[in-house]
């Protein structure tokens, strides 16, 4: 049990033993001290009860610090807790405890403490959802690796999940691509570059209908047939999707994302008439101006703001897809959860479809996870030099090429090989913990410089570490990768009880990460163990520690904060080398 659970369960007891005890469900979180001058973990009850009940807290803090001293648990968990500040409740681990919980950490290399969820859920994660050929950009990054983090955080944690990507394989852009395709494909551009030939047909046939109406009318034409099944329009489009997702896939590879399924919008295709005429059957939808529409004049967010879900040509859109793609989960896949990690703009269009959903009868929660944009130095969004959208393949590579020139620097001696393949784990999980290690909501800026550096809340920070514990370790001769014995150490310098209590941690930090869609928590944790590591090797010797128990329980420190390293990485989506 993590050591907040240990506190709260002992905490609950002696709540209940007070002469007006709160009610069973009464919530008593304990969490980390925010600061450990004032002991290790804390408890707000006092206050938070108080209030409720228009007493003074710390007298309160006081009744509840009297019943917690018959507690024999707690005894050898904590010192007499302490009352702070309007009626916070201190620990302070005793050192033996937290020895203890160590020796448990490194028994258990594979959980690192994690408990599984009281309730396991299914969970139906939609993430990365590029458009096929339309440019892929930089936010599709954020979406792939905020959701491909979250997926791994959930499915560590013991949730049920389910990766899709929602490919946007069968929207209006295809009339324009068609056009483009008919009228001016360079074919020796499309075996070049298929996904750069196919984005620049769509964009010039859009530059034609901007400018001439029937052109614009054309591409209506086109897009028309092949939603009619003409067979000439429907094999063009298969060639385009099939051209993109082999590019794609080079993509998702390079960045070790993986998908359970990619159905894409047209997967969903015939699914779309006869889920509107139920919806027009069922009164949720009707007809208006010739389109099929579907009001929400209880829901003062959405009472002008319908949802179109049939427009006046005929044509289904982006919404009806995601209302029969929302069925799919909840009746195929019996998901608990829906979780949509698509871009702030399209709050919306997830407002819309929740609320259509709603009406259906559905209960399963769809909930958005929205993100805010990748920014450039100038602080505007991220554009090449010519204003283009950056292209994504092209960012990764030269991630790659930017850690090379750096590994180069550091490391001369590398064999190439190395060299090139430390350049790849270095430049790309610099990007994609750049990414991570802010809150998803803000506008951060894009930096190379800082996002290689190896100062800072970086990757090549975070990795160097793990190199330089791993290398610790092999000089030590303990086994990295063998669990422990079991067997207690002493913990007795401040610098190892802080490290091991961090190492505690970890166990409270991933299903905090999942409470709300955070990962930059996990970055944050990872940051401040490899801090607290540094704190420990500037002032504990390891290999020269004087007497054996204390070199034995520092190597076994050293052990579990690389494990966590590894694996907090990992959960991240970013590889660890063994040298640098
Ligand atoms: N293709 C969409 C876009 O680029 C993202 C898809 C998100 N997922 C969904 N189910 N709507 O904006």
């Given amino acids: 049990m993590t050591i907040a659970h240990q506190l709260q369960a ?38 938070t009860l108080a209030k409720a009940r228009r007493t003074n807290p710390r007298a309160l803090a006081a009744q509840i610090v009297e019943a917690l001293k018959a507690d024999t648990v707690l005894a ?18 005793r050192p033996e405890f937290l020895a203890a919980q160590l ?35 930089v936010g599709h990054l954020r979406s792939t690796m905020i959701g491909d983090a979250l997926a791994r955080v959930a499915r560590f944690a013991g949730h049920h999940v389910i990766t899709d990507n929602h490919l946007g394989d069968w929207g209006t852009q295809f009339g324009k691509v068609i056009y483009g395709w008919k009228h001016f494909l360079d074919e020796k551009a ?23 109406p029937a052109i614009a ?52 295709r015939d699914a779309l008439a006869p889920l509107v005429a139920r919806l027009e059957e069922k009164g949720i939808a009707q007809t208006s101006e010739g389109a099929v529409v579907v009001f929400f004049p209880e829901d ?70 929205p993100f805010g944009s990748i920014l450039g130095e100038d602080r505007k969004i991220m554009r090449t030099r010519s204003g283009d959208n950056v292209a994504l393949r092209d960012l990764l590579d030269e991630a790659v090429e930017r850690a090379l020139a750096v590994v180069e ?9 190395e060299k090139a393949e430390v350049a790849r784990v270095i430049g790309l999980g610099a990007v994609k913990y750049a990414e991570l290690s802010q809150h998803r909501l803000t506008d951060y800026i894009f930096s190379w410089s800082k996002m290689l550096s190896f100062q800072g809340n970086t990757a090549p920070y975070l990795q160097n570490a793990y190199v330089r514990i791993r290398s610790i370790l092999r000089r030590g001769g303990l086994d990295p990768d063998a669990p422990g014995s079991g067997g207690v150490p002493t913990l007795t310098a401040p610098a190892e009880f802080d490290l091991a209590r961090k190492l505690a941690q970890f166990a409270e930090t991933i299903p905090a990460v999942l409470d709300d869609f955070r990962p930059n928590l996990l970055a944050n944790y990872l940051y401040e163990l490899a801090g607290a590591f540094h704190t420990f090797y500037e002032t504990c010797p390891v290999l020269k520690a004087g007497e054996e128990t204390q070199r034995d329980t520092r190597l076994t ?8 390293l590894r694996t907090g990485l990992d959960l991240l989506g970013i590889e660890v080398p063994e040298r640098m």
Avoid at 76 to 87: D, K, Q, V
Avoid at 119 to 137: C, E, F, Q
Avoid at 191 to 212: F, K, M, N, T
Wanted: negative net charge.
């Fill in 190 to 212: 499309l075996a070049a570059d298929p996904l750069a030939e196919l984005v620049r047909a769509y964009q010039e046939a859009s530059r034609l209908s901007d400018a001439d």
């Fill in 76 to 93: 050898a968990i904590s010192a007499p807790p302490e009352i702070a500040g309007a009626g916070f409740i201190n620990f302070r681990l």
């Fill in 300 to 369: 003062p967010k959405l009472a002008d703001k319908p949802a179109i879900i049939r427009k006046r040509d005929g044509a289904f859109n982006y919404a009806t897809t995601d209302v029969a793609t929302y069925e799919q989960r909840v009746n195929s896949f019996h998901a608990d959860a829906l979780w949509y990690v698509v871009g702030a703009p399209q709050a919306l269009h997830f407002e819309q479809i929740n609320a259509i959903v709603r009406r259906m009868g559905y209960t399963v929660p769809l909930t958005h996870i």
């Fill in 409 to 417: 620097e550091k490391n001369p001696e590398l064999p190439a090989d």
């Fill in 103 to 137: 020796a448990t950490l490194d028994a258990d290399p594979a959980r690192l403490g994690v408990e599984p969820p009281a309730r396991p859920l299914t969970v139906v994660i939609d993430l990365s959802g590029p458009n096929i050929a339309k440019p892929m950009h």
């Fill in 217 to 268: 009318d054309a591409c209506r034409e086109e897009l028309a047939r092949l939603q009619a099944g003409d067979e000439v329009n429907l094999a063009i489009w298969q060639k385009c999707v099939e051209l993109s997702r082999e590019e794609l896939d080079r993509i998702y590879d390079e960045l070790a994302v993986r998908f359970d399924h990619q159905f894409g919008e047209s997967f969903f």
């Fill in 557 to 564: 420190l050293c052990r579990v904060v690389a494990r966590t």
């Fill in 10 to 47: 002992v905490l609950r007891r002696a709540l209940a033993t007070l002469p007006e005890p709160p009610p069973a469900d009464f919530d008593a979180p304990v969490s980390p001290a925010a600061d450990t001058r004032f002991g290790d973990y804390q408890a707000n009850v006092a206050m």
